[in-house]
């Protein structure tokens, strides 16, 4: 059965500092997706980035990047000069091809509280 | 362009009651999922609705079933509700099966809390 764990339950930074966050899947599927969501104060999930099994090329995107490890089954998100916008909880999630294309599988998510 | 949207924003029942919750996916969208969040937890998929039909179902009794129109809208009925099935109730489109890959984001709605006293 899938899972994905966060362990991080809340981190607090000041603004401008780089922050991690951390997540760890299990799978037995060879192809499957892992993505990263923010959930601000309003509710809704807002996408960050998304891997799938086969890629482990590591990217940055402005001041996101990331880094897919499927030897420790890892995909951490990293956050470099952390605003106080980026205050919200986030989500990573597992998507695999034997469950269904949408079906997500989340964390229990990590509180990310930027301070000024 | 809108995106995609949920009513009512909050709603308040008591054990027992039916509930009924709406969700308009974003324009060009035609597959809808519904999950469930509870407080402090991760989003929990409930099921997924394409071409009017139930394609998926997590891992949730037979009190939670749920309709899409033919205008790809969708509802979420849960009957009987219990204390636990306070929570925020999410809602998510995306491009049809027919259409996207493996791997497609889901574009969320802002959800709808309910509580159950």
């Known amino acids: 059965a899938q899972k994905v764990t966060q362990a991080q339950t809340e981190i607090s930074v000041v603004e401008k500092e780089d922050v991690t966050l951390d997540c760890v899947y299990e799978t037995r599927d060879t192809t499957y997706y892992l993505f990263w969501y923010k959930q601000p104060p309003s509710g809704e999930l807002v996408f960050l980035i998304r891997?799938?099994?086969?890629?482990?090329q590591n990217e940055i995107s402005g001041r996101y990047s990331w880094n897919f490890q499927k030897s420790t089954s890892s995909f951490n998100f990293t956050i470099t000069a952390s605003q106080v916008v980026d205050s919200a909880v986030y989500f990573c999630?597992?998507?695999?091809?034997?469950?269904?294309?949408?079906?997500?599988?989340f964390g229990s998510g990590t509180r990310l509280q930027v301070q000024p | 362009d809108a995106g995609v949207t949920q009513s009512p924003t909050h709603l308040i029942k008591t054990r027992g009651q039916q509930v009924t919750l709406r969700c308009s996916p974003k324009?060009?969208?035609?597959?809808v999922s519904w999950y469930q969040q509870a407080l402090g937890q991760g989003p929990q998929f409930i099921f997924q609705y394409y071409e009017e039909e139930e394609r998926q179902r997590g891992n949730f009794p037979d009190r939670f079933s749920g309709h899409q129109f033919p205008n790809y809208s969708s509802e979420l009925n849960v009957n009987a509700l219990l204390l636990g099935d306070s929570a925020l109730y999410l809602c998510a489109s995306s491009l049809g099966l027919s259409q996207g890959a493996l791997g497609e984001k889901l574009f969320f709605g802002s959800g709808t809390q309910l509580s159950v006293l």
């Open positions: 999630a597992l998507s695999e091809a034997g469950t269904g294309r949408r079906a997500l599988t």
């Open positions: 324009s060009g969208h035609d597959t």
């Open positions: 891997r799938n099994s086969f890629d482990e």
